[in-house]
């Protein structure tokens, strides 16, 4: 079994920052990727930011510029920097991981995490 946590969430003004984390715990597993996924009231969830174990990256458009994703391998964490946040921003973001054990591959998701963007 794996297990995702989350951390960092939570009520920012415009124009400020956030730093969201997340890891993974567990035993005997690899992680392929990890990325951000976030759901605002009446929308789908959406893909943020995802980086894979080569150290690829990628972030849907409307982030790039603004949010950072970087990972620390030996602590199973991801991270996503958050600056210059906008009110539309503002979702439950869900931590997310595709994560091999033994033969198996098959995601796994955090509890969500809320972030709010308001003056």
């Known amino acids: 079994q794996v297990q995702l946590v989350e951390s960092g969430g939570g009520l920012v003004q415009p124009g400020g920052s956030l730093r969201l984390s997340c890891a993974a715990s567990?035993?005997?597993?690899?992680?392929?990727?990890m990325g951000w996924y976030r759901q605002a009231p009446g929308k789908q969830r959406e893909l943020v930011a995802r980086?894979?174990?080569?150290?690829?990256?990628n972030y849907v458009d409307s982030v790039k510029g603004r949010f950072t994703i970087s990972g620390d391998n030996a602590k199973n964490t991801v991270y996503l920097h958050m600056n210059s946040l906008k009110s539309e921003d503002t979702a439950v973001y869900y931590c997310?991981?595709?994560?091999?054990?033994?033969?198996?591959?098959?995601?796994?998701w955090g509890q969500g995490t809320q972030v709010t963007v308001s003056s």
């Open positions: 567990g035993s005997s597993f690899s992680i392929n990727a």
């Open positions: 980086i894979f174990s080569g150290g690829t990256t």
């Open positions: 997310n991981a595709v994560i091999t054990i033994g033969q198996r591959m098959g995601d796994y």
